[in-house]
């Protein structure tokens, strides 16, 4: 038997209603703030991602699937979705070329990781992103988005993480008191953050290692050194989310996994997903679209992965979808009957199934109630003769006779 990859799921219909659940409510609150589908590539040049993301990142320098193509050009499966998305709207003009552009996107990504609860190396995402303004509303509207989504599917304990991280230009002198202070515990740090110290001395406080992250705790906050700028900005995001009544916990030393993060950093977390607890989280990042090449436009964004959403809702009733009618027959003609009604109706919209074997009345009702159909249409020798089906309601076991040609609109309205 040939077995799936480590770190790789199959999704079967069993699991298919609470994950079409999540992507519609989605998909909906999308809707309501004016964010339009985007579809991207999930493989691009490796370089988008280098650029992108930042080469000191873990992301990059240890958990891409990257490969040759036979042109011997690097192209790596998407491990995060914003690269791509910045690269599709600078390369396409006719967008870039909008004031204000808001897109939303959904699918899978991909990283080389130890597989874990809520840790996958294939794994599927929503994220949104909105380019060409640097009004701390956006970043606000961002996180209220998320904020309504998480409502909406059922998740009834998480907390909002926000912290600012400034710009280019104050981030510098704290990153250089950063340094310092790790210089001083360099022996406490794992072999990773030793490495990190000179090249990247901000991912420190995203190490997830014991030793590093307990450092954390006594490290300079960012909070102390970012300009008036940055603050003022800071200051509106968290104006705007109390005016929305949005509860949120700032973090000092939330900075995120990625490079592009500029200004507003957040996080949604629970302590329902054991070492995984942030299901959501994003930020703005005002230099990215200038890193790819376009013209310097700010923009800001999160992702959410999708199935740290369905463990968070894993307990929560969700209707199972199933067919709206199964047909019952005895074969010969009244199969016959049966396919050219199950033809007009599936033509109007209408879900049906049937089974083309002879069976028992018993098996057919068992297949019946396993597809959980709403209603068993019995089309016997009686129901031949007469033009008129027996439906019985499968939730109430109410039965009744209606004419062949009455079958769609009884089933419409009742269903």
Known sequence: MISKPPGVEDIFPDKIDRWNFVLQSAFSVFQSYNYREIIVPVMEFTEVFARGIGTETDIVSKEMFTFEDRGGRSLTLRPEGTAGVVRAYVENGEYNRLSICKFFYCG??????????????????FGAEVFGSFDPYYDYEIISMVND??????????????????????????????????????????????????????????CKNESCSSLKVNAPAIRDFICNDCKGHFEKVKEYLDLGNIAYTEDPYLVRGLDYYTKTTFEFVTDKLGGQNAFAGGGRYDYLVEQFGGKPTPGVGFAAGIERINLLIEDRPIDAKGTDVFFIHTGGQSFMESVALIRKLRLLGISCDVDPEVKGFKSQFKRAERENARFAVIIGEDEVQSREATVKDQKTGQQEKVPFEKLSDFIKNNK
């Open 149 to 206: 989504i998480s409502h909406k599917v059922g998740i009834d304990s998480f907390k909002i993480l926000i912290n600012s991280i400034g710009c280019r230009s104050c981030r510098s002198e704290y990153i250089i008191k950063l340094r310092d202070y790790y210089k001083s515990n360099h022996d406490k740090l794992c072999k990773d953050c030793q490495r990190r110290l000179e090249t990247n001395p901000l991912r420190l406080l995203d």
């Open 108 to 125: 899978p990504m991909f990283r080389a990781e130890k597989p874990q609860r809520g840790r996958l190396r294939q794994f599927n995402q």
